[in-house]
């Protein structure tokens, strides 16, 4: 839990390029995520860049990167892409390196995001697509309150098989009723604390 | 140019913009001509003429007219996945044109499906529509088509939230 504790959450910086793309050459990244294995890594390069790039300065961006950092280093990245500010609603990406997985640390640091998302961004819906194969990610969705809400049958191939696709949703309205049910256990952890947190140990320095 | 019993179904062409823009700047908001954003579009008729010469969307894209030559709707198929063997069908058509002119739509859509399924080969196609689309959607039922779900409140416009439906039909010969 102290482990968990002192993970934070932070936007991706250009210094984070390197681990980006040794995240996305990853074949995990392309198996549980929407990547194509073809591409190669320059133009993997080309495209983190070009979002960095887009993220940082913009007023309304339409997407954003975070990154699962902790005392050892970034441990995966969050994604909110196709941000509508008129319609407050956005879908997340979630990549955590393999170590990590199915951790408590990581769905820590993914609540976090969905608290960025909502109680920071002002959403009203995040969304997320998730593979059928993919356990441990919709399960987690389904535990912060998402519902499913479509099934595509027989929509991605993976290794010569067809598989379900799940689109999950999750109202700003369901996400608080959730956080109000688990008060007392999700507290230690929420966003607001790992800010104030920093700002003491900046202010230690 | 494919003459039907009740309809006359042929690809877009540049003449075709005011029939287009009608659907995307009109009072009724369409779920298949939302963006990746889930957010409606309302591009000007200089920009749908552009549209109309790119090759691939007049290839893709069908006016389809009554007996009369008058331009009643538009079908089309988009977004196909040549991995997994699926497309989006595009139906567009006013409301009323379901209740008074039903075997011109049903046409418009044997056409397209015959497109998908028998020269294409596709597994299987998507449609896309809101839940204000009421009579597209009972039009989809009658057609075999499945409901797969619902994007719950995924855009907002006329002072509501609305949802985005998928409903699905699979290729019987594959």
Redesign the interface.
Known sequence: MQKAKNTYLRRADREDLDKLVCWMEDEDFNYFLYGDPARSPSIIREQIVSYLGKSAGSVLPTGLYLLIDGPEGPIGMVSLQNISWRNRSCNIDVYISKPYRGQVTTGIGVFRALEYAFDELNMHRVGAVIYAFNELSWKFFEFVGAVREVVLKDHILRDGKFYDVFVYGLLDREFNDWRDKHKKSIQEFELRRMIESINRSESNL | MIVKEYSVIRTVEYKDVDCLYKFYNGDKVYGSLLD????PVYPTLSELEELLQNKDVVNSFYVVEDKDSNKIGLVGLKGINQ??L?GEVIILFDDGIFKSSLPIVSEALDFIEEKAFRRMHL??V?SLCLDSETSLMEFLSSRSYKF?????????TKGK?HNLQ?W?K?NDRI
Not at chain 2, 148 to 156: D, T
């Open positions: 990746q954003k889930r957010e991995e997994v699926f597994k299987k998507l797969e779900g619902e994007l719950r409140e995924v855009l907002y939230w998928t699905a699979y």
